[in-house]
């Protein structure tokens, strides 16, 4: 247990100070304007490549921002459930320790996506309703992953329904795919922002497992 709570810290760390690079790279390799308006954009060649290849499709990015809401529901219910246990214990400290770190988590997540809502890195290769809007670090992706592996996470230890397990991890992994190769080929990213938001959210997710774990070794001692 002790190996598996430093390999998922060593790994979140890891995964950041690999997110805090490529961000570097992203704003000094390859630098060109290729976006709307002439916005510049790193990886410039590469970032063009694919999306000319995927091309744009404004109905997929559609489907994706409403499927977006899925996660948000998500971090409702889970606050929900700890505002439960605080009024029901009439302690905030007395909140199953997990999930007052999930709320934590939930927070770190938000303050990456305002971070870079203030420190626009990118632009969208594609006009929103006549505006250039921040690109990086996909938000919808850094939502999908960040909460739904959280959601998996949570299941996969708290139900003792292993057919509840099995259906959430299906479930959960099928949508995580679908919705981070569907905001590519929609257009509306460029390549490097994908990437940017998967380094950046399971990073975030192994240092939340880390922390729930040792919380958990914690208890039972």
């Avoid at 805090?20 to 060109?32: A, N, R, S």
């Avoid at 626009?120 to 670090?137: A, F, K, M």
Wanted: net charge positive; glycine share 10%; proline share 2%.
């Amino acid at each position: 247990m002790k190996r598996t709570v430093k390999r998922n810290f060593l790994a979140g760390g890891i995964l950041l100070a690999v997110f805090i690079l490529w961000t570097v790279f992203v704003q000094c390799v390859d630098v060109g304007q290729i976006g709307p308006n002439g916005t510049e954009v790193g990886f410039a060649a590469f970032n063009a490549l694919v999306h000319n290849f995927t091309g744009v499709h404004m109905s997929l990015y559609t489907v994706t921002d409403w499927l977006g809401l899925i996660p948000v529901m998500v971090c409702i219910l889970f606050a929900i459930l700890g505002l439960m246990q605080c009024i029901k214990r009439k302690s905030i400290r007395k909140v199953d320790g997990d999930i007052l770190i999930l709320g934590i988590y939930y927070l770190l997540v938000i303050c990456a996506y305002l971070i870079f809502e203030w420190i626009p890195i990118n632009y969208r290769p594609v006009l929103i309703e006549g505006v250039v809007e921040v690109s990086y670090p996909s938000s919808t992706t850094l939502l999908v992953c960040s909460v739904m592996f959280s959601l998996m996470e949570q299941v996969g230890r708290r139900s003792r329904n292993k057919g509840v397990k099995a259906f959430t991890l299906g479930i959960g992994s099928v949508f995580v795919v679908f919705m981070v190769v569907g905001r590519l080929v929609s257009g509306v990213h460029w390549f490097t922002d994908i990437v940017g938001a998967m380094l950046l959210s399971t990073g975030l997710f192994s240092l939340y497992h880390g922390c729930v774990m040792l919380t958990t070794m914690q208890e039972k001692e």
